[in-house]
């Protein structure tokens, strides 16, 4: 799987969008872009996930650039309980082999 | 209802005991998992299992068994538990989308 790069913190105000930037220059055709975050010692949450379309579902959404090697997961209104670690994840579709990197911690400021 | 539950979530215990830490899922998946997260660090696979008759190794096996009694229910065992086996355990299904559900998690110490 391919190899991401998050940068360890950014903060956000409160009902403003966040941008979480991901950097996933050796990505395959075949690997898809995943995004999950960790609210405290939560269980992980599923966020998104695409391959080359940007993608939209009711929490956020996913831009992969062209070239596919970067992708942003914008939260569009951030709020305080958006607070969390959130987690970049390249791989095969279907693949068991799931690597949590060390993420980015977003804190959303009143 | 959680979809995935564990049990316990916190145990505390001392080296060199076996203890089993247990999964069970209401979402029908075939597919469920164990990792483990080490303070500030992300997550690690340790087993993952398809069905009930098939059971696959991840990254970190090593010191740990599971055992898939039904769809719905996957436990993970520490024969012998080691102080550098402290860590929060997590499990997890996979659903029709790829997408994975994981419980609450179980804070296990080990002294």
């Known amino acids: 799987d391919a190899k991401t790069t998050q940068p360890p913190s950014m903060d956000c105000a409160e009902g403003r969008a966040a941008n979480l930037p991901c950097n996933h220059s050796?990505?395959?055709?075949?690997?898809?872009v995943y995004w999950y975050r960790q609210i405290h010692s939560q269980g992980p949450q599923y966020i998104i996930h695409?391959?080359?379309n940007n993608e939209t579902n009711e929490m956020a959404s996913l831009i992969i650039t062209e070239d596919r090697k970067s992708s942003t997961l914008i939260l569009p209104h951030a709020t305080l309980r958006d607070t969390a670690v959130y987690y970049c994840?390249?791989?095969?579709?279907?693949?068991?082999?799931?690597?949590f990197g060390a993420g980015t911690r977003l804190t959303v400021k009143p | 209802d959680a979809d995935v539950t564990q049990t316990p979530r916190n145990r505390i215990t001392k080296t060199g005991k076996r203890i089993m830490l247990e999964c069970s899922q209401t979402?029908?998946?075939?597919?469920m998992y164990w990792y483990r997260q080490d303070p500030g660090l992300g997550l690690q696979l340790i087993y993952y299992?398809?069905?009930?008759?098939?059971?696959n190794k991840g990254e970190i096996s090593d010191g740990y068994s599971v055992s898939r009694q039904a769809q719905a229910k996957f436990s993970l065992s520490l024969e012998s538990a080691i102080p550098n086996q402290t860590a929060l355990y997590f499990c997890?299904?996979?659903?029709?989308?790829?997408?994975?559900?994981f419980g609450p998690g179980t804070r296990l110490t080990v002294t």
């Open positions: 997890a299904t996979r659903g029709p989308n790829d997408e994975q559900y």
């Open positions: 050796t990505i395959s055709g075949n690997e898809y």
């Open positions: 695409g391959l080359k």
């Open positions: 994840i390249v791989r095969v579709y279907n693949n068991n082999d799931m690597r």
């Open positions: 979402k029908g998946h075939d597919r």
């Open positions: 299992s398809f069905d009930v008759k098939d059971i």
